[in-house]
């Protein structure tokens, strides 16, 4: 008898994902694994991973494959892992270490404080918002995993007026999520509007202005709605704000067709 030859072909397809040019993000698949080559930037994470989307359909992001360390190669690395919480990160040791060092961190606080600065924001607060939960589940029970989100609030010369009412605030606050009855989930870095109105109830009078210059879902003017503070948004994604605009704020577009009809 003569033997069987399995002459089946695999193709392997290699997609440019990425947002813009500059960037460095290849998706490689082969209809079983999908590798990404590098993720970009960190303003193109999402639209990266519209693009994964459009190509993997419901299929999961199997690996990250970070080549090198600089940040128009691995700052994509938080959206994806937001996006994918089950995918793997595999990157080279010096690559690695570079993260989790002290003097790493430091400079990219330090960027970020140049950059308020310039607006005059000279003082700032770091803040740290504690999670009951992980998206770190993959071998969870054989390390430390990370259950934090943080943030920091900046202030020119003086301290931000409080709204609390005689108590203390805290640098550190519960991450509440949200019931996906009441908000529906839309962006992958969605921030849950509980946590939001926390903030904006703490830091804000009725009728002041809340900006949100990375809108995504828009969890932040939801939450401004709700305690009667006037704010504004902006959204470079066309898909999260059709999303955010029809399911998370249909009911200020119904408030604001009224008033035109009150007009």
């Keep these: 008898m003569a033997a069987l030859e399995n002459t089946e072909k695999k193709f392997i397809t290699i997609t440019d ?52 360390s600089h940040y128009d190669h691995v700052l994509g690395v938080p959206s994806l892992l937001a996006a994918y919480p089950n995918v793997k990160v595999v990157a080279g040791v010096y690559a690695a270490r570079i993260f989790t060092k002290a003097s790493a961190k430091a400079t990219m606080c330090e960027l970020n404080r140049k950059a308020a600065e310039k607006h005059g924001f000279i003082h700032y607060i770091p803040l740290t918002f504690i999670k009951n939960y992980s998206p770190q589940v993959l071998k969870a029970n054989m390390r430390i995993c990370g259950a934090t989100e943080y943030a920091i609030l900046f202030y020119r010369g003086y301290l931000p007026k409080f709204r609390n009412h005689g108590r203390m605030v805290f640098n550190w606050f519960t991450w509440q999520r949200d019931n996906p009855k009441d908000y529906p989930k839309i962006h992958p870095a969605q921030k849950p509007v509980a946590v939001l109105k926390n903030l904006i109830e703490i830091f804000t009078d009725p009728g002041d202005v809340v900006i949100d210059p990375c809108a995504g879902s828009g969890t932040t003017l939801r939450a401004a709605l709700e305690l009667d503070r006037n704010s504004y948004g902006f959204e470079i994604d066309k898909n999260f704000y059709n999303r955010a605009t029809n399911e998370m704020l249909k009911d200020v577009a119904i408030q604001e067709r009224m008033l035109l009809e009150v007009m």
């Design 17 to 68: 994902v990425r947002a813009v040019s500059g960037d460095s993000a290849f998706l490689i698949d082969d209809g079983k694994t999908a590798i990404l080559y590098d993720t970009g930037f960190a303003f193109t994470g999402l639209a990266v991973i519209e693009n994964i989307k459009k190509v993997l359909g419901d299929r999961p992001l199997d690996y990250i494959l970070l080549t090198h």
